[in-house]
């Protein structure tokens, strides 16, 4: 790609060579800060997870040798299956909801309204940037027993079912469900917004002409033209479905009992206090494959013509 | 046009607003309520009782919090930022060796949980004595935003036209220079957008500092408040009034980069 301009006639063929090889070695000096640290503090780490995972180790006496015997608690464990079926529960409300809100809201509002629209996309988009700690220790008071979910539910008559929705054995893994749902939203909202400008408005003319009523071109022209970026909303938003951790720990804790307990929280649980490493990387590494499977699954479909 | 329709859109938008402040309000309405007041939903202020920032910020030790965070911050974000834009310029305009396949390596650390990474790093970090130092934890994040960074400057590189990287070169210009003198002063937005996310991101980590750093006066202001909600019969003003606090500055750098923020996350993911 750089080699489209002339060699200067009066350069030796020799030296320009030379000078070509060393910017190309060069490179790799560039490069070598990010490689390096990116090596040692992420990928080595992973891999010595990798290597753990093979081992039973408490974190204090001598590592034993157990084989695929991690691998094979995970699949059979109550409670880690436990974890995984609510992470699959949690993509449900991380992403499904989100962006089928997302692709209404951007539908409805992106070829009304133009005034304002700055000031909404900031708005929506705040959840987004707040540490998800804070978000919490927000929606605990929005959930608890005097809180506005339930001040809302007496306001208009439905008080019997107002109850400590954090603390119910049916409603927690909802209620943090649904606090993603928030923090994800406003975001799926924004990126379908800004990939409807890129449609053009004569495809829409077309089809008013044809007779399409708002329902039908919503289904037959803005979601698959979104195609893009529905596939990066979905990749984005799994990736924080499955490796959820800092908002169940700080909402839940993984109860009550073990019914908001996700991988995350089980890793944190057994590595730094159960005493488990090995089992904690051997969950940890089944999340890493699966999160990748998932991304590479995604993005291979978006990729394919409709 | 129906009525119905032409509503549809504010009343969508409308709705959208009250559900992203509802809860805020409870947030603002629960922190300047008297101290030892309990959890309540909204409710009209009993006077404003501002002194819980005051407990927040110094009895609850969050001044101080935030203080340790930022010192995190001021060592991730311009290293970071640095190492990232290096990256990204060799992939970019040079022919590295093996190029495509460091790409592809550095790109597989976007879909990596910090769950696979957080305990050997913490094993490990011990031994080397740097648990419990800010210094492991900036490390470790570091290493963590390369992937992204070398990503977004790499695509922010290729996007400058060639011309300039010739006509510096037949200037005699090295690379180094090539970069600071004529790259780097046209960049001054794609820099700007991922030094802004990457205070954010580095602002709001959890699980890391979490972990790597159990000295109560080294905590990051998340993870203090983290031990905070823990804590036994906990002041619910005062608590309310740390969030706050916490937030205060990643909302700040939002507000005012509010654009750079949302065109980052945006392309950033697109470009993906």
């Known amino acids: 790609m750089l080699d489209i301009a002339p060699a200067p006639v009066t350069a030796p063929p020799r030296a320009r060579q030379r000078r070509r090889r060393r910017r190309r070695w060069s490179g790799l000096l560039y490069l070598a800060p990010a490689l390096l640290l990116y090596t040692l503090f992420t990928v080595l780490p992973a891999l010595h997870t990798a290597y753990l995972s093979f081992f039973n180790w408490d974190g204090v006496t001598l590592p034993s040798f157990a084989g695929l015997g991690n691998y094979r608690s995970v699949v059979a464990d109550p409670e880690l299956r436990a974890a995984a079926e609510h992470a699959g529960t949690l993509i449900l409300f991380f992403s499904v909801l989100p962006i089928a809100l997302g692709l209404v809201c951007a539908a409805i509002v992106a070829r009304r309204r133009r005034r304002g629209l700055a000031v909404i996309r900031a708005v929506v988009f705040l959840p987004q940037v707040l540490p998800l700690v804070a978000v919490g220790i927000i929606w605990r008071w929005v959930y608890a027993e005097q809180g506005t979910v339930n001040q809302v539910l007496q306001a208009v008559g439905l008080g019997r079912w107002a109850q400590a929705w954090l603390g119910s054995f049916d409603w927690a893994l909802v209620a943090v469900g649904v606090v993603g749902t928030w923090v994800v939203s406003g975001l799926c909202m924004v990126l379908f917004l800004s990939g409807t400008q890129r449609i053009d408005g004569e495809i829409y003319e077309a089809s008013r002409v044809d007779g399409a009523g708002p329902v039908r071109e919503f289904l037959s022209i803005t979601v698959p033209l979104l195609r893009p970026e529905i596939a990066v909303a979905l990749s984005i938003t799994v990736i924080a479905a499955l490796s959820s951790f800092d908002l169940v720990y700080i909402t839940t804790g993984g109860g009550p009992g073990t019914t908001t307990v996700v991988p995350g929280i089980l890793i944190y649980r057994l590595a730094f206090g159960g005493g488990a490493v090995g089992l904690a990387s051997a969950l940890a590494v089944v999340l890493t494959l699966v999160i990748f499977a998932v991304v590479l699954v995604i993005t291979r479909l978006s990729r394919e013509r409709p | ?272």
């Open chain 2, 1 to 272: 046009m129906s009525l119905p329709r032409r509503l549809a859109a504010p009343a969508v938008l409308t709705l959208f607003l009250v559900a992203v402040f509802v809860p805020f309000l409870s947030l603002l309405s629960a922190s300047i309520q008297p101290a030892g007041t309990p959890l309540t939903g909204l409710e009209a202020p009993h006077g404003l009782h501002l002194e819980n920032f005051g407990t927040a910020w110094s009895k609850a030790g969050f001044g101080r919090l935030l203080l340790s965070s930022g010192l995190v911050a001021v060592a991730v974000v311009p290293a970071s930022v640095l190492f990232a834009t290096l990256a990204g310029y060799a992939l970019a305009t040079m022919e590295v060796p093996g190029g495509r396949k460091i790409f592809g390596y550095l790109l597989l650390g976007l879909a990596l949980p910090a769950e696979v990474t957080v305990i050997p790093l913490y094993y490990d970090l011990r031994a080397l004595g740097l648990t419990d130092t800010r210094y492991g934890l900036a490390l470790v994040e570091i290493a963590a935003f390369m992937p992204f960074g070398t990503f977004w400057m790499r695509s922010h590189f290729a996007t400058m036209p060639t011309g300039l990287i010739e006509a510096a070169r037949l200037d005699g210009a090295t690379s180094w220079s090539t970069l600071w003198r004529i790259l780097l002063p046209n960049s001054r937005p794609a820099v700007t957008t991922l030094g802004v996310l990457y205070f954010v991101w580095c602002w709001n980590q959890f699980l890391l500092p979490l972990i790597l750093i159990q000295d109560p006066a080294r905590r990051t202001a998340p993870a203090g408040l983290g031990y905070f909600t823990g804590e036994y019969n906990v002041d619910i003003p005062s608590l309310a009034a740390a969030t706050l606090i916490v937030i205060a500055p990643v909302v700040a750098i939002y507000l005012f980069f509010q654009r750079h923020f949302i065109r980052g996350v945006l392309d950033g993911a697109l470009k993906g």
